[in-house]
């Protein structure tokens, strides 16, 4: 009984930091595809020459691109694991996806801690539109590889080393 309360707390954490994650990275799409209109609006039509949504559009970009890298493991969307993983006998399946997990867990971790460094570094250097430091920007990469990590470990406890591919709308109402 131990391992379902497990499972399903993993489960239930895994769909609530994804359905969050999802959201965000769906604003940041928003503003992206707006940014991207002022532009082509400005260059084309009102020639107000802004100097600035093309930057704007790259930073967006880099945020919404590293944050779905956890919505896409909530769902287990890998599509080569899937693909070769799906042909192996149950237990090679169990084995190759808990090292897969492992060694993905492992490389996110250490992205994420130097990663932090890398974001504490870019305070020390500016963007040349905006003038802010380019730690926000910088700080993308920790903070999405930490939600990664975060969120292979739940995945791992939610799956037990079965490949399931998640419809996380499912018991949805």
């Known amino acids: 009984m131990g391992l379902q309360r497990v499972e399903a707390s993993a489960r239930t954490l895994s769909n609530g930091l994804n359905w969050l994650v999802e959201r965000v990275i769906a604003v940041l799409m928003l503003a992206l595809v707006l940014d ?22 790259r930073y967006l970009m880099i945020w919404a691109a590293l944050l779905a890298v956890s919505a896409g493991i909530a ?38 801690f130097y990663g932090f460094d890398f974001a504490l570094g870019g305070m020390k250097r500016h963007a040349m539109i905006f003038g802010m430091t380019l730690a926000l920007p910088y700080a993308a ?12 470990l739940l995945v791992a406890l939610r799956d037990q080393g079965r490949y399931v591919p998640v419809d996380l709308t499912e018991g949805a109402e």
């Open 75 to 112: 769902r287990r969307e890998h599509i080569g694991i899937g693909l070769v993983v799906l042909n192996f006998p149950m237990r090679l399946q169990r084995t190759v996806l808990f090292s897969v997990d492992v060694i993905a867990l492992a490389a996110f971790v250490y992205l994420a």
């Open 141 to 152: 990469v920790p903070v999405s590889a930490l939600l990664a990590a975060i969120q292979l």
């Open 36 to 57: 991207v209109w002022l532009g082509v609006v400005d260059r084309y039509l009102v020639h107000w020459q802004l100097n600035w949504p093309e930057e704007l559009a």
